[in-house]
């Protein structure tokens, strides 16, 4: 799976909730394929020497090591999603396609540290206050302070941020 998920032409992921007793579809999303990296997928234990399938190794797909961005609903709790603003989730993270996989995780990393402050408008400060994530993610890394600022500029350029100046950010597309 890990060695699928870095291919160049790995497929994109389509999730569904379904309500069997009003038939109907919930939840409806799609995770672009450039959302897959060796980070969200976690190998579990081979199948015991009795199975049919004896040695194969599965995956779960840990879908919360996700940015929000990356989970494009169309339909969200019942309720159907505009179809232009699917396309736009889709379009605002079309950047990440062009990276390799060790530049999407920096990305997707700092993309989470900014969920998780859960505000539209936040500080840099705010972002410093989730680094232990990427220093456990990236223990190789002395500098996470200035990569984080590397990453945030990154996503300014590509329209995902706002820089306001100061310090501050904000999220587009938000809220």
């Known amino acids: ?17 379904y309500d069997p007793i009003r038939l109907s579809v919930t939840n409806l999303f799609f995770v672009p394929k450039h959302f897959f990296i060796r980070e969200i997928i976690q190998e579990r234990k ?35 999603m505009a179809r232009s603003l699917v396309l736009d989730q889709w379009r605002a993270t079309a950047f990440l396609r062009g990276r390799n ?6 990305l997707m990393e700092v993309m989470k540290c900014v969920d998780t402050i859960g505000r539209r408008d936040f500080s840099l400060a705010d972002v410093y206050a989730q680094e232990s994530r990427p220093h456990a993610l990236f223990p190789g890394n002395q500098n996470v302070r200035p990569k984080i600022r590397q990453q945030l500029q990154v996503l300014r350029d590509q329209g995902y941020i706002e820089f306001l100046g100061q310090g501050r950010y904000r999220l587009y597309g938000a809220g």
């Not at 998920?5 to 994109?12: E, K, L, R, T």
């Not at 996989?101 to 920096?106: F, T």
């Open 46 to 80: 081979p199948l015991a020497p009795t199975a049919r399938r004896a040695g194969w190794v599965g995956c779960n797909i840990l879908l919360s090591e996700i940015p929000d961005a990356g989970k494009i609903f169309v339909v969200r709790d019942g309720e159907q």
């Open 1 to 17: 799976m890990c060695e699928r998920v870095a291919a160049a032409n790995n497929p994109s992921l389509i999730l569904m909730n």
């Open 101 to 106: 996989e060790g530049a999407r995780g920096w």
